[in-house]
């Protein structure tokens, strides 16, 4: 899925072989704080959870809660062309313009980020996420997931997110 002014990075080691995979990068200075923050679209394809290719698109938004900011997204997708609704949240917690904590609603921590463009890692149980997260300007950003485990045998999920 690509819409009007959007644009793809995945890295040589996420390409797995889409064709949409369009390479460019900007290095920022990393500044956590007004990153994540505000309302934005994303677009999301995940290959491996069902037989087909599953293209997702929605909204996010964080709210400042306290200490934390409360990142909540909804959106939709097909699954044999019915379509399905879906929706999550997270808590970021920013210790500080060049590091961030992402975690769970329960507080576990899922990943930190300390860089505008980072390898990520994260056990859930038996099951490996590898991950990658690149600011590509103040108003884009990707965050990609590849799981391997015993429960999520071989998933790849690829988020692009636009500050609207």
Not at 16 to 30: I, L, W
Not at 74 to 103: A, V, W
Not at 109 to 131: A, I, S, V
Request: charged fraction near 20%; proline fraction near 3%.
């Amino acid at each position: 899925m690509h819409h009007r002014g959007s644009r793809f990075y995945f890295p040589k080691a996420y390409h797995g072989g889409f064709s949409y995979a369009m390479v460019f990068s900007t290095m920022m200075s990393q500044n956590f704080s007004s990153l994540f923050k505000g309302s934005w679209r994303f677009e999301r394809h995940v290959k491996g959870l069902f037989p087909q290719r599953l293209a997702f698109e929605g909204l996010a938004s964080f709210a400042q809660q306290a200490a934390l900011r409360l990142y909540e997204e909804s959106g939709s997708y097909k699954l044999n062309n019915q379509p399905m609704d879906f929706s999550t949240s997270f808590l970021y917690e920013i210790l500080s313009e060049t590091h961030c904590r992402i975690l769970f609603s329960d507080q576990r921590l899922f990943y930190e980020l300390t860089k505008p463009q980072e390898t990520l890692e994260h056990l859930c149980g038996q099951d490996h996420y590898e991950g990658y997260f690149e600011r590509l300007s103040a108003d884009q950003w990707i965050l990609n997931w590849r799981i391997k485990g015993p429960r999520k045998k071989n998933i790849e999920i690829m988020s692009c997110y636009f500050r609207l």
